[in-house]
């Protein structure tokens, strides 16, 4: 089973540390910005790592649909991703 090999963990890992540098990225990024600007990538960098978090628990529980809270949590951060996106993206440049 795929899921149970070193590649997987391996490959979830370093997914895992993508995102959280991903994360990493944003909050230099709010250091350096302020007012909406500010706060929303503040929320990105608190989104990107809980979603970098989430693929480390995955390569420990071997499937990302369970058990059920890591869905659950995956679906949120998904989510929030898409919000942000919307949110970025009405903002004026």
Not at 1 to 12: I, K, P, S, V
Not at 53 to 66: F, L, N, Q
């Amino acid at each position: 089973m795929l899921a149970t090999t070193d590649l997987f963990r391996t490959g979830n890992t370093i997914e895992a540390g993508l995102w959280i540098a991903i994360g990493l990225a944003f909050l230099a990024a709010a250091t350096l910005r302020r007012g909406p600007a500010r706060r929303l990538c503040a929320a990105s960098a608190i989104v990107f790592v809980l979603f970098g978090v989430s693929d480390i628990v995955e390569a420990r529980t071997g499937a990302w649909w369970r058990p059920w809270w890591l869905f659950a949590w995956k679906a949120l951060c998904v989510l929030a991703m898409l919000v942000l996106l919307r949110v970025c993206l009405k903002q004026e440049p």
